[in-house]
């Protein structure tokens, strides 16, 4: 099927069922045994600096690693696959002296989701989406790196927004159906993100669907830069996404609340995909498939959910039981459009009828 039956087939599911996201790809890529060599392949082994952890490059440099991930996590029941281009931006990919070959990886990122998908989607007549990773870069536009400067910037909106929008231009390309903006820890990244988004759709033609899936980053309820769940919803609701969620630095048992509050608001679907716990004193993530299914159990009999996932320490067999936790589950019903105006700074603002 096209990208336009796809998605067609995908809504269609979404109005009967909780759609199943993948999970981590790093957590999965550990247990390939990759070393150094893999990260350079033939084509970088002179380059002048390690790419040792540079996971974006890997699908240049070894692409059956990467298929491999993608068709683990969609034999664990996924709906939707996400590409491997989470740090895949000039301002990520600078780090490793990579900026030239950022094009290149996205669109052969999706490509590799895409035809992974499709093998599946060919199987049983089901649709498997592909949802084009952007993730937040390793800059901040509304905080400086430097507390001694408040006003410094490393970065600006429009070389930020230029950046996603190359990426979202190879994201199309190969083959993506869904754009994802995801780990959002500074809404004015998102924005930025949401500028080069529409800019890719003006150049190529092609308009995808926005899923836009913001961090909580402690146990305060505000993203990094500073906003409430509510807020950060009302600062993207202009653009109209096709779902909006939460996702990475905390646990089940900890996100459970803000999911509350996020769809108690959000009128459109809401996904979540939580870590696989909080980070233990050896780095690693305590919260197993067993007990993660416990948790998507009781999301989805309160009505919170419409997707679902895993981020940091996921693996299939999380997916799997996630997959089983929600079966047969009735997906949130999606609240009714709100004509009151809407506004936010830290803080929510709803205008009186």
């Known amino acids: 099927m096209n990208r336009e039956q796809r998605l067609a087939r995908l809504n269609e599911e979404l109005t009967a069922r909780i759609l199943i996201l993948d999970g981590s790809m790093g957590a999965y890529l550990q247990t390939f045994g990759l070393d150094v060599n893999d990260f350079h392949g033939a084509r970088f082994a002179e380059h002048p600096m390690s790419l040792k952890g540079d996971n974006d490059l890997l699908v240049l440099t070894r692409p059956e690693v990467i298929s491999a991930v993608h068709e683990g996590y969609l034999a664990a029941g996924a709906d939707i696959v996400s590409t491997n281009t989470f740090n895949a931006t000039r301002i990520s990919q600078a780090e490793y002296a990579l900026e030239d070959v950022v094009y290149e990886i996205n669109v052969e990122a999706a490509r590799l989701a895409r035809a992974a998908a499709d093998r599946f989607e060919i199987k049983d007549g089901r649709p498997r989406a592909v ?12 905080m400086s790196p430097d507390v001694g400067d408040p006003g410094r910037r490393d970065v600006d909106f429009d070389a930020m927004a230029k950046g996603y929008e190359e990426q979202a231009r190879g994201l199309i390309e190969g083959g993506a159906d869904i754009l994802l903006i995801e780990t959002i820890t500074d809404t004015l990244n998102a924005k930025s993100a949401l500028w080069g988004a529409w800019e890719s759709f003006d150049k190529t033609g ?25 807020a950060f919803y009302n600062s993207v609701r202009h653009a109209k996404p096709w779902a909006v969620g939460l996702n990475c630095a905390l646990g089940p048992a900890e996100m459970r609340a803000f999911l509350a509050d996020l769809s108690r608001v959000a009128e459109c679907p809401v996904s979540a995909y939580p870590n696989a716990g909080l980070p233990n004193a050896m780095g690693g993530y305590d919260e197993t498939p067993h007990s993660m299914e416990t948790h998507y159990a009781e999301w989805a009999r309160a009505g919170l959910l419409n997707i679902a996932g895993g981020c940091c320490g996921t693996t299939p067999e ?36």
Request: aromatic content about 2%.
């Open 131 to 142: 949802a084009g990773a952007l993730g937040p870069t390793t800059k901040l536009l509304s």
């Open 206 to 230: 092609i308009e995808l669907p926005l899923w836009i899936s913001g961090t909580i980053t402690d146990r305060s309820g505000r993203t990094l830069s500073g906003q409430t769940v509510e």
């Open 318 to 353: 999380h997916i799997e039981h996630l997959k089983h936790a929600v079966e047969g589950v009735a997906p949130r019903a999606i609240p009714a459009h709100d004509a009151r105006l809407r506004l936010a700074g830290l803080e929510p603002f709803t205008a009186a009828a």
